[in-house]
C-alpha cells in the first residue's frame, strides 16, 4: 500500500536515476529485513525446463544488468531472478537520455544499449550473493562484435556463467543493438543454436550438470518467422523461449510526446502484440518446448493470460515499475486462479 507514494517520488528523477535510486533502496530494504516482512509470495512450485520453481512469476532481464541486486530483488517473492543482458566486455550504451516513461500508457521506451560492466563483473556478483533460489543468466553480444562473428561472444558469455546460472538466456532480440535481430532468422540463426548447443553440451561433460538454454524473441515478427523459429529450437533441443522482448512498433502510444524516441516499447501497449506471438509461437511448438511469457503483464489477470494462452512461466519488468512488488503475489494469485 506504500508503492504509490514510493512511485510518486521515484518519478520525480529522470528514469535512469530512479532506476538507481530505487534499487539501492531495495538493497537497503533487504538488509534491514523489512522487504520479507512486508512482501509475501503464495507458493505455486512448477516444474520447468527440468527446474523446481517456487512459483512461476519471474523478473525479466534488464533491470539488474550486472546481478549487484540478486539478493534485494529475491526478497520481494520473485520465483525466479534472470539478471543481464551481460556481454564479454564492459561497455557503456547508448548515450543518455535513453531511458523514457510514458505513466499516460504504462509503458517505457528504452534504448540502453547493453549498458553493463561484464560477464566478469557479473559472475564476481553471483559468487556474492546469498540467493540459494531460481537464477537465469541473459547473454548478449557487445555492439562492436560484427553480426557474422556474434556466436564468439555468446559461447564466451555462455562458457563464463555456465556453472553459476540455474538457466542461461541468449538474447538475439533486443532492438537496441544494430544487427542483432538479424540473428533469429535464416541461417545465422540456425548456426548460432547449433554451436550454443555444441557449447552447452561440452559444459555438460566438462561440469557434470545440465544448465537448460532459452532463447529470448522479438514480438515483431512475422507469422512465418515464428513458425521457422519454433521448428528450429526443437531442432536444436532448445530448452525453452521466452516471448516477448520489446518492440519497436508504437501502436497504442502514436499521440504521445514521446513517441518518436527510438527504442523498445514496452508495457500495456505490447501487451496485445506481445500475446499474439505467445499463442501462435505456443500453437507452433504444440507442447515440444515451454514457453516463459513476457510482455505487457500490468497486473494479475494479464499474467493470467500469459498461462491460458500457453506459457508455463511468466517474466514481469515495466508492470513492476507501475504496479510495484504487489504485482507478483497478484500475478500467482491469478495464475492459481485459472489452474484450479
Excluded: W
Excluded at 566486455?89 to 548515450?95: E, I, K, L, S, V
Amino acid at each position: 500500500m506504500f508503492y504509490p507514494l514510493i512511485r510518486q517520488l521515484l518519478f520525480r528523477l529522470s528514469p535512469e536515476a530512479s532506476h538507481h535510486a530505487a534499487l539501492r533502496s531495495l538493497a537497503i530494504s533487504q538488509k534491514l529485513g523489512l522487504s520479507s516482512l512486508v512482501y509475501r509470495t503464495p507458493q505455486a512450485p512448477v516444474r520447468v525446463m527440468g527446474i523446481d520453481f517456487p512459483n512461476p512469476v519471474g523478473l525479466a532481464a534488464g533491470l539488474d544488468k550486472n546481478g549487484d541486486y540478486i539478493d534485494a530483488l529475491a526478497a520481494l517473492g520473485f520465483g525466479f531472478i534472470e539478471i543481464g543482458t551481460i556481454t564479454p566486455r564492459p561497455q557503456a550504451g547508448n548515450p543518455q537520455p535513453r531511458l523514457f516513461r510514458l505513466p499516460e500508457a504504462q509503458a517505457i521506451i528504452n534504448r540502453m544499449g547493453f549498458n553493463n560492466l561484464g560477464v566478469e563483473h557479473l559472475v564476481n556478483q553471483v559468487k556474492k550473493a546469498k540467493f540459494e533460489g531460481v537464477l537465469g543468466i541473459n547473454i548478449g553480444k557487445n555492439f562492436d562484435t560484427p553480426v557474422e562473428n556474434a556466436a564468439d561472444d555468446y559461447i564466451y558469455c555462455l562458457e563464463r556463467v555456465y556453472e553459476y546460472a540455474d538457466y542461461v538466456t541468449v538474447n538475439i532480440s533486443s532492438p537496441n543493438t544494430q544487427g542483432l535481430r538479424s540473428l533469429q532468422t535464416g541461417s545465422a540463426f540456425s548456426d548460432l543454436l547449433q554451436q550454443l548447443k555444441n557449447t552447452q553440451q561440452r559444459l555438460a561433460e566438462q561440469h557434470g550438470f545440465y544448465v537448460p538454454l532459452a532463447v529470448k524473441i522479438a514480438p515483431d515478427l512475422q507469422d512465418e518467422d515464428i513458425e521457422y523459429i519454433a521448428e528450429q529450437l526443437v531442432d536444436y533441443e532448445i530448452d525453452a523461449v521466452i516471448a516477448t522482448n520489446t518492440t519497436i512498433g508504437r501502436s497504442g502510444i502514436e499521440s504521445l510526446s514521446l513517441a518518436n524516441e527510438a527504442g523498445g516499447l514496452s508495457g500495456k501497449p505490447l501487451k496485445s502484440l506481445a500475446n499474439y506471438t505467445l499463442a501462435r509461437l505456443c500453437q507452433a511448438l504444440d507442447g515440444r518446448i515451454p514457453v516463459i511469457g513476457v510482455g505487457g503483464i500490468m497486473d494479475g489477470a494479464s499474467a493470467a493470460d500469459k498461462i491460458l494462452a500457453g506459457a508455463s512461466l511468466v517474466q514481469v519488468y515495466t508492470g513492476f515499475i507501475y504496479a510495484g512488488p504487489q504485482l507478483i503475489a497478484d500475478s500467482v494469485q491469478a495464475i492459481q486462479a485459472v489452474q484450479a
